[in-house]
């Protein structure tokens, strides 16, 4: 029985010729050429009983009708597209930048794409593309430089000029965060201080995204820190990657359940212990908004001497990295008069 062909792919490729075919079907053992129209392939191989490679040889624009000769008689015919070999065109490369690392997803938009046989960043193969039709190319970019890479697609047609181009961004650093600590609230606006920073797309506490950011320059970015809990890792996002983390430490609120003695003298001088919670990191001890100096003796202690100042109740309150303690009430006591 003649053999028969029920698949060719690709379906098209340029006058010129040159385009590898698979055909795909069934008696094709023995087979002893393969025509395009009247044309014999360049050169065929068989492969098995059910596939050819064949390669086409040049031809006019327009349909061709493949066959496979064989002693048993010629088999059906399917179509392959002759079509005019454009030189390259790329207009567009989505996304425009990526980490030097390579491995960026990138789509290629353009003209005279068919049969593209190499894509190339900066001179570099890409690490795999895939023609996706005449105007458009998928490929995966390879390492590169920190910079913008030439892109290019070589096809039938020629190589395209060097209009389009890859800019490699390297990895983000960061080598400090000030301040280090703030309140379990959030809100506390900090500064990112590295390198590589520009066109930062997210900066993230832990796995939260800032509330917000601004990117100052190449190595400083601020950043608004979301509500947490505990020690977070903080790293920068941008096109070169992920950056290495920082630290920045959630403090819980300062809490004040006591103040041994409650009052005392209008003079100033009088040594107050006050008792809470989250008292470690404290930075500031007020009465009645008038600062007092003070002694950390304890996450849940600290020591101050209260200010002078008129007679009757004045709000004690502790300031910590964590925020600002409800008031606890100390009372100041008038001299009794003579």
Do not use: K
């Not at 202690?301 to 910590?320: F, K, R």
């Amino acid at each position: 029985m003649p053999p028969t062909i029920s698949s060719i792919n690709p379906t098209q490729g340029p006058t010129t010729g040159g385009t590898t075919v698979t055909l795909t079907g069934t008696g094709m053992t023995g087979s002893t050429a393969v025509r395009f129209g009247s044309t014999n392939a360049t050169s065929f191989t068989v492969n098995s009983a059910t596939q050819i490679t064949a390669v086409s040889p040049p031809h006019a624009a327009g349909a061709a009708a493949v066959t496979i000769v064989h002693p048993t008689g010629n088999s059906n015919s399917v179509t392959f597209t002759y079509v005019v070999a454009q030189v390259p065109v790329v207009t567009a490369v989505t996304p425009t930048s990526g980490p030097t690392a390579g491995g960026t997803g990138v789509v290629l938009t353009g003209s005279g794409f068919t049969g593209a046989t190499a894509v190339a960043f900066g001179g570099v193969p890409a690490a795999s593309f895939l023609v996706n039709s005449a105007t458009q190319i998928t490929a995966v970019t390879p390492a590169g430089a920190p910079g913008a890479a030439v892109v290019t697609v070589t096809a039938p047609g020629g190589t395209s000029a060097p209009d389009a181009f890859f800019f490699y961004a390297a990895p983000p650093v960061l080598t400090a965060i000030s301040p280090a600590q703030g309140p379990a609230a959030g809100g506390t606006v900090v500064a990112l201080t590295g390198s590589d920073l520009l066109n930062a797309t997210a900066v993230r506490f832990g796995s939260t995204d800032a509330t917000s950011f601004t990117v100052v320059s190449a190595t400083q970015i601020t950043a608004t820190a979301p509500p947490g809990t505990g020690s977070s890792p903080v790293t920068v996002i941008t096109p070169g990657g992920t950056s290495n983390p920082v630290a920045f430490g959630y403090v819980a609120a300062p809490t004040l359940t006591a103040l041994v003695p409650s009052s005392g003298p209008t003079a100033a001088g009088t040594v107050v212990t006050l008792i809470g919670t989250h008292l470690a990191s404290a930075s500031a001890v007020t009465f009645g908004g008038t600062a007092a100096s003070f002694t950390v003796v304890s996450d849940t202690q600290i020591t101050a001497v209260a200010p002078a100042g008129p007679a009757g109740p004045v709000t004690v309150t502790v300031t910590t990295a964590g925020g600002t303690s409800p008031g606890a009430v100390y009372t100041r006591v008038a001299a009794p008069g003579i």
